[in-house]
T-cell receptor, first 113, second 112 residues
Framework: DADVTQTPRNRITKTGKRIMLECSQTKGHDRMYWYRQDPGLGLRLIYYSFDVKDINKGEISDGYSVSRQAQAKFSLSLESAIPNQTALYFC????????????FGPGTRLTVL | RKEVEQDPGPFNVPEGATVAFNCTYS??????FFWYRQDCRKEPKLLMS???SGNEDGRFTAQLNRASQYISLLIRDSKLSDSATYLC?????????????FGKGTKLSVIP
């Protein structure tokens, strides 16, 4: 079984809809991250969390929110989706004892029409 | 602002060839350096960390030059399975930061 899972794996939605992407991990890591990847732009950090209830903005947090209610789960919400949020979204985890080694989930491909 | 720069490629090489990728980074306070591998439409996976003394893992050798803020990855005896995008990654932007900054990646295609 995968250590870091993401649901859904693919989602097509319409402009203005609220969307939630879920991430779960069984690695026991305390740190979790959300990234988006766009062609030609590489991975960019949206939000990160170092522990339950801890939330920090990344490079591109506008239009997104997150929730960390449990150590194993980190959810990303798009309150009102817009087409330029069409991207591949990755969740990642790391352990505070080795914080820079991040393990990624399989990704969620989101299309906003 | 280009914090981690890589040649996007693609690098098209025959099986058995040696290929080298280069990367430069702008944050002189960065302390941790990595190469990740990403297959098409898949998640990035850690390939290897990069240490100041240089390090080797089988056919892969990574080098770091802190003075020039330059990182390299050498792949010897290329295999078809090495075809992927290679991401150069450094910690930062802030000093002591545990955030990672990813390069846009260098695409490698190994041809039979």
């Amino acid at each position: 079984d995968a250590d870091v899972t993401q649901t859904p794996r693919n989602r097509i939605t319409k402009t203005g809809k609220r969307i939630m992407l879920e991430c779960s991990q069984t690695k026991g890591h305390d740190r979790m991250y959300w990234y988006r990847q766009d062609p030609g732009l590489g991975l960019r950090l949206i939000y990160y969390s170092f522990d339950v209830k801890d939330i920090n903005k990344g490079e591109i947090s506008d239009g997104y929110s997150v929730s960390r209610q449990a150590q194993a789960k980190f959810s990303l919400s798009l309150e009102s989706a817009i087409p330029n949020q069409t991207a591949l979204y990755f969740c990642a985890t790391s352990d505070s004892r080795e914080p820079d080694t991040q393990y990624f989930g399989p990704g969620t491909r989101l299309t906003v029409l | 602002r280009k914090e981690v720069e890589q040649d996007p490629g693609p690098f098209n090489v025959p099986e058995g060839a040696t290929v080298a990728f280069n990367c430069t980074y702008s944050n002189s306070a960065s302390q941790s350096f990595f190469w990740y591998r990403q297959d098409c439409r898949k998640e990035p996976k850690l390939l290897m960390s990069v240490y100041s003394s240089g390090n080797e893992d089988g056919r892969f050798t990574a080098q770091l030059n802190r003075a020039s803020q330059y990182i390299s990855l050498l792949i010897r005896d290329s295999k078809l399975s090495d075809s992927a995008t290679y991401l150069c990654v450094v910690n930062g932007p802030g000093a002591g930061s545990y955030q990672l900054t990813f390069g846009k990646g260098t695409k490698l295609s190994v041809i039979p």
